[in-house]
Structure formats: structure tokens, C-alpha cells
């Protein structure tokens, strides 16, 4: 495989230089580059920067929506929490929360009736049946959307759905504009805009301006703009200050040889790394080589039994009942292991794929452990395993697909049957510490070294010192499978081992997600 990856080493290496030495003596006799081009560039750059402002803007809304939905479920009621939480939302003049037929429940206004309010929000709520429609759509399917509505007095009507004991909630905050992006959004305009640019804000595209990062100047004609995402009718404005582009062109070009000689080393440098990635993916192609053979291996050895016992009762070769009723079990237990193998390497599958979608419940991490271990229990028994069970608290409850946490639980238990050695006894425990609950399979056998530990998790990744790949068998994905399950999560996993003294492996899990897939 050494020779393979440096010929393969040598024509990267071609491959590269060739092109950027012709393209270095290209450059050096024709330093000059397109205005076109370098106006390109520019206009890219200032559509990013629009799209910081857009995006702090809808993270704002997001953090209050966000808010509204914590503090209300914390506090237990809608209105103290809603007065609470409005004080606190600069250029939001009302709020009105409606229940998911639509009937008022609660309101918050500040130095406004909200009285004058409230046919307009009834009557663009019915309008916007569609819109709100989407809104239970998004939210159920785990993710939050905000929708606008101008209201053609400088004020925007901002609707979004959050959740209060179970039940979906309707929120719409009479959101004055104007004040929103002076006081709210100005910050971070100015920060972004910095010495190098102007920032400005329409109502309507071709309307007055209404904000601007530089008090001192008010542009009219202002060409490169972008809608406002959640402000309708709003545009922002963005332009360069002190020079023009042909300036920046001109600068630019005296520079190319400065930059030829950085794009040369940074050639270089991707060759190496280009190397370093072959060899990686050559290192993942043998180690998925070796996943084939051994998870053939071990399908091939169940469904030998399986033949042979099922075989030995076709030609009645069991005279007594007893040993029918043993070859039965046999055969059930060999077929509910190659069950295993083949839902472990289904469900590496998926989760590799993206394609493991998350059902997300209140589920109790010590009932988890207990169906587990049930589960191994005739394993552990016939193997004359000593196991259990601690909860180090009364509520271990959490927000988490139960099969998946099923799944991670599974596969730790059945690596700690797998490498206990002689010393044959587990210990689950499950508490919480902080925030996190946490659920610890610990087992007393033979350890795994510490330059071994930072790789375990990893895809087809199996321990082959102390001849450890064949003494027990497996597919390489389990530990794999587990930390993917945990990260989905928003969780962590971490280990604790000592050659000869026993491994523990502990999952981490958020008792409140903060977002679900």
C-alpha cells in the first residue's frame, strides 16, 4: 500500500505544479486583472455583510422567540412572564398571545392601546391562515420560523408559534422598525460596518432613508441593496467608503506577485495535506476491508448453527424432548444474534447517511438501563456475569428518542460482556450531574490503552494489540454508533480506562435540548 500512495503522492504533486507554474508565468507577464472581476468580488463581500446584518436580525427575534417559550414554561404562567420578558424587548410595542384556535389568552402593551391593536392583528392573522399553516408545520417538525407583515405605519406585525404546557401558541409582536433597527440592530451594524463601509436602511425600495451606520451622511443613491428579511418593505443599503472599486482594482494588481508566491506555498501546503487525506481514505478503504471480512465472519457463524441444528432436527437426530427444546433455543438465540449484527450495521447505515430521523420524548435513562440489561439478562446469566443497577437520583428524566439512547445503552453493555475477561462483573450507574443525566457502564476486564482510547470511536476502528480483534469478534461500528447517537443528542461521551483494571464509559445527555433535528 506504501508504493500505491506515493505514485499516487507524485501525480497530485504534477498535477498541481504543472498548472500553477504556467499560471505564474502567465500572471508575471500579464499583471493586470479584470475591473469586472474585482467588482465581482466586491459585490459578493457586500452581499455577506448584508447577510450578517439580515442574519443578527433574525437571531434577535429567534432570542426572544426562544425567550417567550422558556421563561413562560418556567414561570408557569403566560401573563407575569409575558410583562416580564416585554420590558425587556426595545421597539416592541404590544404583544398578543393567542391559543392555536385563535382565541386571545394573553397581552402585554407598553404606552400603547393595545385595543387599537387587536382588529389589525385578528384580521391578518385569518389573512395569513396559509402562513400560520406553515408555522405548525415547521414547529412540529422541530424547528422554529418567524413570518412579517408590514402594517404600512413603520411598524411590522411579527408572528411565531412556541410551545406552553404542550400547547402551541400563537405570538404577535407589534414591532416599531424604525426603533428596531436604531436601537436594536445599530450595534451590530456599526460594528460590522466598521471604517471601511456604509450602511444604510429603506422603507420600500426606492423610499427615504431611514437609518444610516454614519450619522454625518444620509446616501440617496445607494445601488447595491438587499431586502430585509424580517422587516417587509424594508431594504438595506451598502456602499464603499473613500475609494472605488477601479481604486481597489489598481492596488490590487500590484500585489499579484506578492499573492502568486502565497498561492504557490498554499499549493504546496494543499499537496501535503491532499497526502496526508489519501492516505487516510486508503487507511478507511483497509479498515472497511476488514469491517466486510469480520461482519461476514460473524453472520457466517450463526447461520452455520442454525443450518446445523435445524439440520439435526430435519433428520430427528434430537431423540428427546429436552434436546429438541434445546436445539430450538440454539437456534432462537443464533437467530436473534445475527438480528443484532444486522440492526447494528443498519443503524450505523443510517446515522452515517442522515437518514436515522429522531423521535424526540420524555424517556427515564434508569428505564432505558433496566430494558437493557433485561434484555442480556439470559446472556449474562449463562455466562455467570455479577451486574447492577444504581440510580443516584429519583428524576433521571430527559427529552431523547428512546430507541436511539436504546441503541447507544445496547451497544456498551454488549462491550463490556465482550471484553470483561475473567473478571466478570458490570456496574450501570445513572444519576445526574448539572444539567446533564448521565448513565456509566463500567466492567473489570482487560482495558484499553490510553494512545488506543482517542481512536475507538472511530468508523471500522478495532484494537488489534493483545490480539484483542480476534479473541472478540465484532464490525468495528458499535463505539461508533454510540457517539453519534449522543452528539444527535447534543450530548457527550467520555472514557476511563487502565490496561488490566477495566474500562468505564460514560453518556452524557442535556435534560432540555436546546434545538432538535
Not at 428579511?229 to 438595506?236: E, I, R
Not at 506577485?257 to 487507511?283: D, H, P, T
Request: charged share 25%; net charge neutral.
Amino acid at each position: 500500500m506504501a508504493a500505491s500512495v506515493r505514485k499516487i503522492y507524485w501525480l497530485i504533486l504534477a498535477i498541481v505544479i504543472l498548472p500553477s507554474l504556467i499560471f505564474v508565468i502567465y500572471e508575471i507577464g500579464t499583471i493586470r486583472q479584470s475591473e469586472k472581476i474585482i467588482e465581482d468580488i466586491y459585490t459578493n463581500q457586500l452581499d455577506a455583510i448584508l447577510y450578517s446584518v439580515n442574519q443578527y436580525s433574525e437571531d434577535v427575534l429567534s432570542g426572544w422567540a426562544n425567550r417567550i417559550n422558556n421563561e413562560q414554561n418556567e414561570d408557569k404562567t403566560l401573563q407575569s412572564a409575558l410583562i416580564r420578558i416585554h420590558g425587556e424587548m426595545p421597539s416592541v410595542s404590544c404583544i398578543f398571545q393567542f391559543d392555536s384556535l385563535r382565541n386571545r389568552i394573553a397581552i402585554s402593551a407598553v404606552e400603547e392601546d393595545p385595543a387599537k391593536f387587536k382588529p389589525v392583528v385578528d384580521s391578518i392573522l385569518h389573512a395569513q391562515s396559509t402562513a400560520l399553516g406553515r408555522l405548525f408545520t415547521y414547529i412540529t417538525s422541530g424547528y422554529r420560523k418567524i413570518e412579517a407583515v408590514d402594517l404600512n405605519d413603520g411598524s411590522q406585525l411579527i408572528f411565531f408559534l412556541t410551545n406552553f404546557r404542550g400547547e402551541y401558541i400563537i405570538n404577535s409582536l407589534i414591532l416599531n422598525s424604525r426603533e428596531f433597527i436604531s436601537r436594536v440592530l445599530d450595534p451590530k451594524i456599526q460594528e460590522i460596518a466598521g471604517e471601511r463601509f456604509f450602511i444604510t436602511a429603506y422603507f420600500k425600495a426606492d423610499g427615504p432613508v431611514i437609518y444610516s451606520s454614519d450619522k454625518q451622511y444620509l446616501p440617496e443613491n445607494v445601488a447595491h441593496r438587499k431586502t430585509f428579511w424580517v422587516l417587509d418593505d424594508y431594504y438595506l443599503g451598502i456602499e464603499l467608503k473613500d475609494k472605488t472599486i477601479s481604486d481597489l482594482a489598481w492596488e490590487r494588481s500590484k500585489k499579484d506577485l506578492i499573492v502568486i508566491a502565497v498561492v504557490e506555498i498554499v499549493l504546496l501546503l494543499g499537496v501535503w495535506i491532499i497526502f496526508k487525506n489519501v492516505n487516510k481514505q486508503m487507511e478507511l478503504a483497509q479498515m472497511k476491508s476488514d469491517f466486510v471480512s469480520n461482519v461476514s465472519h460473524e453472520i457466517r457463524t450463526p447461520l452455520s448453527l442454525i443450518s446445523m441444528y435445524i439440520e439435526s432436527l430435519e433428520r430427528g437426530m434430537a431423540t428427546t424432548p429436552e434436546k429438541v427444546k434445546e436445539y430450538y433455543h440454539i437456534v432462537m438465540q443464533e437467530t436473534q444474534r445475527l438480528i443484532s449484527i444486522v440492526n447494528k450495521i443498519l443503524s450505523f447505515s443510517q446515522l452515517e447517511s442522515g437518514k436515522r430521523k429522531l423521535s424526540f420524548q420524555n424517556i427515564d435513562l434508569m428505564e432505558i438501563a433496566e430494558s437493557v440489561v433485561a434484555t442480556f439478562k439470559v446472556n449474562l446469566e449463562n455466562q455467570e456475569f455479577q451486574w447492577s443497577i444504581k440510580a443516584m437520583e429519583e428524576d433521571l428524566q430527559l427529552i431523547a428518542d428512546r430507541e436511539a439512547v436504546t441503541d447507544a445503552v445496547f451497544n456498551l453493555v454488549d462491550n463490556a460482556i465482550k471484553y470483561s475477561g475473567t473478571d466478570k462483573k458490570i456496574e450501570i450507574e445513572v444519576g445526574r450531574a448539572g444539567n446533564e443525566v448521565f448513565l456509566k457502564v463500567t466492567d473489570h476486564g482487560i482495558g484499553i490503552r490510553k494512545a488506543e482510547q482517542k481512536h475507538i470511536f472511530d468508523k471500522f476502528y478495532r484494537i488489534t494489540d493483545r490480539n484483542l480483534a480476534h479473541q472478540a469478534k465484532g464490525s468495528g461500528v458499535g463505539l461508533s454508533i454510540v457517539k453519534q447517537i449522543v452528539e444527535a443528542h447534543e450530548g457527550r461521551v467520555s472514557i476511563k480506562s487502565k490496561t488490566g483494571a477495566g474500562t468505564s464509559f460514560t453518556l452524557y445527555f442535556p435534560r432540555i435540548k436546546t434545538s432538535i433535528p
